[in-house]
Structure formats: C-alpha cells, structure tokens
C-alpha cells in the first residue's frame, strides 16, 4: 500500500509537522531540495545543510515564500573536509532545538580523486562525512528521541560484493568512479545497519534507501556517454523524493529500524549489505578514520 506522502511531495499537506525539527544535507538540488520544500510546507523547522551559503539562503528564501514557513536554517556543511564536518556539526549543537531527523541526502556520484582528508571521494563524501556528522549529533538526537536518520543509498550497491578497506585511503581509481560509487552505498546501508544496532532502546530508528535513479547534478562528473545512458530512463526529483519522505515522517515506521527501502516499501539489499560482521568492522574503520581530523 502506498503511503499518503507520495502523493503529496510537491504539494501542500497539512502542517503535521509542527513543532518537528529536520536536517536535510545536500538540500540544494534534486531530491533533497524537494525534501526540504515538503518538510517545510508541512510546518517542520528545516536545517539547510550545504557547501554554499548563498544558495542555502537563496533557497531558505524561496521555502518561506512559498510554505509560509518562518523556520528555516542555512548551515555551512562540507563533507569532504572532516574539520568542516566538525565546525558544522558544533555550529549546529550551539543553536537550541531538537533534532526529529537527519536526513544524510547529500552525495557525489562519477566523480574522482580525494577528500581534503585523503580518503576516497565517494567514500569520503557519501559515506564517512555523514558518518561523522551523525556520530556529532547523536546526543542532541537522543534527547529529541523518538527520531530518525535516514541515509540516502542506492541499488548501485547490488553490484559490490566485498569491501576493499585499502582502497578507501586511496584516489578513484576507476575511469567512471560508479564502482567507488557503488561501495559507498553499501556503506550506507552497512553503517544504517550498525546503527540501528548499536543505538537499540535509543528510540533513534534508522532506514536506507533507495531512491530510484534520479535526473539530478550528482551524475555531472560522470563522462560521456555514460551520464547520457544513466539519465536516459531517470525519474524525476519529485518521485524520487517520496521514500526519502516516508522513511523521516511516516509514523506507520515508527518501530522500523535498520531497514532497506525502494519505492517507498521495504526491501532487501544484497547479502554483502545484510552482513553483521562487515556492518561492525565499517563502524571500527570510520572510528579509526575520523579520529585524527
């Protein structure tokens, strides 16, 4: 069955969220930027959380236009700098307010080389920079709790069977970047899983997610024609939106936790995502990562 958010992604709904508080990162574009208007329209207090403050009140200004919505934030969020990560997530913990849910939306897709930091760009970006901003904010989400942290990953995970820690300290090293990619959505979904493990009586519950494969600018690193044959058949950010969505508001997923979902219903990922083992050295290696930036 569908859930009522679906059809009401674009549109305005009752303003069910009063009194909520969420943090979307990578808010500017595509699927989080539809995210954050839904959010805002429905009456919750939205975090921006990009690299261009600029644009964050560009589009603050635009949600307060359009939703009626007086509260919105703009924060300076780099993901591929840890200390940024870290002078973000201490900006943040110096405001008052709840945090109902974090929404890791933010990600690169193709594109190559290192984070400030050295690690993989993929990996870097998509996985270990949300991985640090959660593990920041998880005493100001326990006691906000009940609430949610909602990774953004993607069925390119399917293809990687193993993790190649190595290599995460090391440049892209393919042509198109998709198999870093791909590794960094299983890490998505390994360290939602962890989470919810290891945060269990937190009343913080956890999901993953796949949004269907989206016309949006993460695939603008991608060379040609490859971007061209990616974004052939894309859905459109609206109907990508929609899990992201449900997974943060719906309360029929309040006792879900550490959970796969595509089209808005739960689903299972490969076995290399289901593995308790890989979940928990992940968690150990980010640790390790993080510790000196």
Not at 147 to 163: D, F, L, W, Y
Request: aromatic share 6%.
């Amino acid at each position: 069955m569908k859930s009522a958010v679906n059809s009401n992604v674009s549109g305005v709904r009752a303003r069910d969220l009063e009194g909520r508080r969420f943090i979307v990162t990578g808010p500017y574009s595509g699927i989080g930027r539809v995210t954050a208007r839904n959010l805002a329209s429905r009456g919750a207090a939205v975090v921006l959380a990009g690299r261009s403050l600029e644009r964050g009140q560009a589009l603050a200004a635009e949600l307060r236009a359009r939703s009626d919505a007086d509260r919105i934030e703009v924060l300076a969020l780099d993901l591929a700098d840890l200390a940024a990560v870290r002078a973000a997530a201490e900006q943040l913990l110096a405001r008052a307010g709840r945090i109902d849910g974090l929404i890791n939306n933010a990600g690169v897709a193709g594109a190559r080389g290192r984070t400030r930091n050295g690690f993989e760009l993929a990996f870097g970006v998509n996985h270990l920079g949300h991985f640090l901003l959660t593990r920041l904010l998880e005493a100001r989400l326990r006691e906000s709790a009940p609430a949610r942290v909602v990774n953004v990953s993607s069925e390119a995970h399917r293809r990687i069977t193993r993790i190649d820690f190595a290599a995460l300290r090391e440049p892209t090293k393919t042509r198109t970047g998709l198999h870093e990619y791909g590794v960094s959505k299983l890490c998505n979904i390994l360290f939602t899983r962890e989470l919810a493990r290891r945060w269990e009586g937190s009343r913080i519950t956890s999901y993953a997610l796949h949004p269907g494969v989206i016309a949006t600018d993460i695939w603008r690193s991608v060379p040609q024609p490859f971007r061209w044959l990616l974004t052939r058949w894309m859905k459109t950010p609206e109907a990508g939106a929609a899990t992201s969505i449900r997974c943060a508001t719906d309360p029929a997923l309040a006792d879900v936790n550490g959970r796969y979902f595509i089209n808005e219903h739960e689903a299972n990922p490969n076995r290399a995502a289901q593995d308790d083992e890989l979940a928990a050295r992940l968690w150990r290696e980010s640790e390790t990562m993080i510790k000196d930036f």
